[in-house]
DNA sequence: TAGATTGTTAATCGATTAACAATC
DNA sequence: TAGATTGTTAATCGATTAACAATC
C-alpha cells in the first residue's frame, strides 16, 4: 500500500484502533467493519472508515476488514515493525515503572537502559540495568539510540535534554512537568498529565455546578 | 470576569501557559506579554493572546499582564483554586509514582489514598496510605470522592471503572493501555501512552527516510 | 506623540461530517 | 437481486491565522 501523509490527528487515533484490535480474542469473528470498531469505541463510523482507508486497502464492501490484515497494515503504518530502541533518564517512581513496564513492545519501543545520579546495582540478569549517568554519551554512541525519555524532576530536564540531543538523540519523550527548548529537527512529545488534569478539572466543576 | 466556554483546544494550551507562568523566577519583571510568552513556548503569539483573552481581562496595551494576576486567573479558570479529591486505583509502580509525586497539588488535585488487592502496611504517618479494594465503596461515599484514578493492568481496568462509577465517581484517568466504556455522564480520560508513542515514532521514520 | 501591545473582526485553513456512488 | 459496507466527493464546522482598530 502506498504510503500517505496523516495529520496528526488521525495519528493519535490509529493506536487507539491498534490496541482495541488487539484486544478481540482470537478466537472471535476474523473480520471487523469500520462501523463496528466505531461503535466499540464510541467514534463517528465515517471517521473511522476514513482513517482505516488511509493505512489499509484491505477493507471489502459487506464484509469489513480482515481482523490481522488491519493489525498488521496499522502497526506498519505506525513504523511498529521495526522496533525502535531508547534511553530513559532519571530512575525515580516514575522511571523505574515505565522501565519495567513490558507493554511497549508491543508498540515498536525497547527501552534498553535507565541512567541516573544515583545508579543502582544490578539485581538480577533479565532485569533491565540502571546505569550512571556518566555512561549516558557512550552507551547512546554505541547503540545508536534515537529515543531518549526524560523522567527526571522538573529542574534538571533542559540539561538532561541537552545533553541527550548531544549524544545524538532526535525524538525525546518528555515527562517532566516543563516546556523544553530544542533545535527544530528535534521532536519533543511532552506526556503532559497537567493537560489531563484540566479537562478532567474542567468536566467536574460543569458537573458541581449543573447540581446546583 | 465572565465565564466563557472555551473548546478543549485552548483548554489544553492553558496549563502550558501556566506552568511556565510559574516556573518564571519571582524576582524578575512582574509583566509577561503575550508575545513574550509564545516566544518563550514556541506559539503562535495571535493564539497565545487570544486563549489569554478568554480567561483574563487584565492584559494592558504596551504593558501585558501581570504575572501573578494571569497566574491566578488561569489557575481559577481551570478550578484550580478549589482542590478536587481523588483515589486511585492499582498501587503498582505507575500508581505509586504517582501517589507520591507531590506536584499534582499546584493543579487542584489532591490524591487521598491508593487501593489495591495487595495493601501495603502503612509504613509512616505522612506517606499517603494504600487501603485494600474491600474499604474503596466506605472511602469514596465518605470522602465524596468524583475523581478516580486507574493504574490497573488492563484486563482488570473495565471491571475497577464498573466500580468507581458505582462509588459515585463522575471522572476517571485512565492510565490503562484499553478502550473503557461509560456511560455518557462519566468523562473518562485516557492517558494514552501509545498515542505519544505513534507520533515519535512517525518523527523517527521521517528522520530515518530522510537520511538514506 | 510614537510605538508596543491588547483585543476584535474577518479570512483562511484543516478536519469532520454528510451524501452518494461503487462493490461484493 | 437486495443489502451491507467500502471509499470518495462535496458541504459543514471549528479552529487558527491575519488584519486592524483601540489603548496606554
Redesign the interface.
Known sequence: MERKDVS?SV??R???Y???LR?LPENGTPYISATALAN???MGEVQVRKDLALVSDGGRPKIGYFRESLIEDISQF???DNT?DAILVGA???G??LL??G??EA???NILAAFDVNPAPTETQDEKPILPMEELEAFCRTNQI??GIITVP?QYAQQVCDRLIACGI??I?NFA???L?VPD?I?V?H???????????????V??KDKK
Chains 1, 2 share one sequence.
Open positions: 496528526k495519528l493519535k490509529l493506536p487507539v491498534l490496541s482495541y484486544s466499540a469505541l464510541g505506525l513504523g511498529y525502535t525515580g517512581k516514575l523505574q515503572a519495567g513496564y507493554g511497549f508498540y515498536g519501543l534515537l529515543m522538573a532526535k525524538a519523550w512537568p516543563i516546556h527548548d529537527n521532536l512529545q506526556e503532559n498529565m497537567a493537560t489531563s488534569l484540566a479537562v478532567l478539572s474542567m468536566h467536574l466543576q458537573q458541581i
